[in-house]
């Protein structure tokens, strides 16, 4: 599991947009090949609709061939209702942007048969082959969907009695009235958020630092049904700095180091080593500082020690044949001070 830390909301959205985005992209959709995307409400995602939003009227993204399935909706909650979660897909997304309304799934919580409801979820997301990147939220006690503690981390799409806590945590959308929030809801479950390719998490604030400490640092709970990330091999945490206050220092330095490396090699926005990635390497990193210092991380990689000559390197305003001249002949050890110095913020 990674996790990435930025430093508040806003640069959180923008570096899950770019991802999501990005992801969309390489995976060229067609179609016959639908691109399948999970997604969340609440008002985590928010900033990240609206940056897909932008991207989608600029012309870098397109939902033509993009299928949705949201995670969750409320019981008995008339789909027109403001508070329902079709009402916000639609007003924080669907509506801005060109994705098909029979590519979109979302629960029906007014359904005869729930039950049946939940199954032909499930089916639905098989039939387009699975999901590709699930993008989710968490409320302030660990739960990814409306998985609440307890839940178990086998669990399939199905009605779920809500927590208490979830209940007060929600009535802010019901004008702070918990007598009008719906007490049941339907969701997918863990496994089936596990179930996807890839999973990305959104948790930004304070109030949810406890539950990013019991899921980073300690084990698979079910208490904190977001703790299930641990078991998903592909699974990435973007948070902002408040979220990471019960963390311990070190954790949080762990895993920006371990970003400082991938960033070096990979690029400003950690899309992972496969597919395309490094021939579009170009396309994603724009800064010729940055792309110089990239360089010689990457040379520094394949050496090996000497430090001195090449912070030398990094502060010189050589051109890049002397760079990548030095690069070959210096060796380097990967010191916290070198992290600093290729700290490039994209
Ligand atoms: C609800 C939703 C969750 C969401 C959570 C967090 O409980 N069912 O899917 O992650 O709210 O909401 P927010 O992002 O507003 O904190």
Redesign the pocket.
Known sequence: MRLIVRQDYDEVSSYVAYYVKERINQFQPSHDRLFTLGL??????IGVYHKLVDFYRAGKVSFEHVATFN??EYVGLPTDHPQSYHTFMWNHLFKHVNIKKENVHILDGNAEDLDEECRKFEAEIMKLGGIELFL????PDG????NEPGSSLTSRTRVKTLAYE?II??ARFFGGDITKVPKL?L?VGVATVMDAREVMVVITGAH?SLALAKCVEEGVNHMWTVSAMQMHPKGLIVCDEDATLELHVKTVKYFKSIEHVHHSIIGPHNLGLQGNLLRNMTDIETNQAAKRRRRLMLQSLLNDDDQEARKDDLSSSSSSEDDERHAKRTKTTYSSEMYAALDVNP
């Open positions: 969340p409400t609440g008002s985590s995602p995670m969750d989710g939220g968490i409320g739960h990814i969907a409306f979830t945590a929600n809801a969701t949810k």
